[in-house]
């Protein structure tokens, strides 16, 4: 997260002069997707076609390395799962970035999350259906907020790293109820259910 906060004032520098870009570019330029226009609100796994890069959100509450190549880098991954909603604004910087639909099923009993909002409830159109969860992280840490965006609000740190923070957790239970909304800012992690009671 630091080394993206220190690229920020050059990357909205320059994303603001140029403006909202379209259309293909090249590897080592950067390339913005508005949620709305450029893609659908909704879940996609993002994979590189070429080579090793950033994607990140312009609030900056996010930061992935992923990469097209075969060696092993610890922290980067293959592909990234994200859940967008409209308005956001997603960027992609040294790569071009493949946005595969994720038609994943609804949470039901287990699921992977990653990245994104997802919305609680029984109806077809909901991520997760309602009941009581137990989070646990993969081998990154991140944090969880219901009903409370990450950035002010109040969210639950979690942690898969060997060492651990204070205010860290290895894994968290969390009640959700029909009508809630999970935000996750974590690139690996296990959504179990342990009760239906919400």
């Known amino acids: 997260m630091n080394r993206i906060q220190k690229l920020g004032l050059s990357c909205l520098t320059f994303l603001f002069a140029v403006g909202?870009?379209?259309?293909?570019?090249?590897?080592?330029?950067?390339?913005t997707y508005q949620i709305g226009s450029d893609l659908k609100p909704g879940k996609y796994i993002v994979t590189s076609k070429n080579g090793t890069g950033d994607l990140y959100n312009s609030t900056y509450d996010f930061d992935f390395a992923i990469t097209s190549g075969k060696r092993k880098v610890?922290?980067?991954?293959?592909?990234?799962?994200?859940?967008?909603?409209?308005?956001?604004?997603?960027?992609?910087?040294?790569?071009?970035?493949?946005?595969?639909?994720?038609?994943?099923?609804?949470?039901?009993?287990?699921?992977?999350?990653s990245y994104?909002?997802?919305?609680?409830?029984?109806?077809?159109?909901?991520?997760?259906?309602?009941?009581?969860?137990?989070?646990?992280?993969?081998?990154?840490?991140?944090?969880?907020?219901?009903?409370?965006p990450l950035i002010g609000?109040?969210?639950?740190?979690?942690?898969?790293?060997?060492?651990?923070?204070?205010?860290e957790h290895r894994q968290h239970r969390v009640q959700l109820k029909d009508g809630d909304h999970l935000y996750v800012n974590i690139q690996d992690a296990t959504l179990t259910k342990v009760s239906d009671n919400d």
């Open 20 to 31: 909202l870009i379209s259309g293909q570019v090249n590897a080592d330029q950067y390339r």
């Open 116 to 148: 994104g909002e997802y919305r609680v409830g029984n109806d077809a159109g909901a991520d997760i259906q309602p009941g009581m969860y137990v989070i646990k992280p993969g081998k990154c840490a991140g944090e969880y907020a219901v009903n409370s």
């Open 74 to 113: 610890s922290g980067v991954h293959k592909a990234e799962h994200l859940n967008v909603q409209a308005g956001q604004r997603i960027i992609v910087n040294n790569f071009d970035a493949d946005f595969q639909s994720d038609n994943s099923p609804k949470i039901v009993q287990q699921g992977k999350i």
């Open 153 to 167: 609000g109040s969210s639950v740190s979690l942690s898969g790293l060997k060492k651990i923070q204070s205010n």
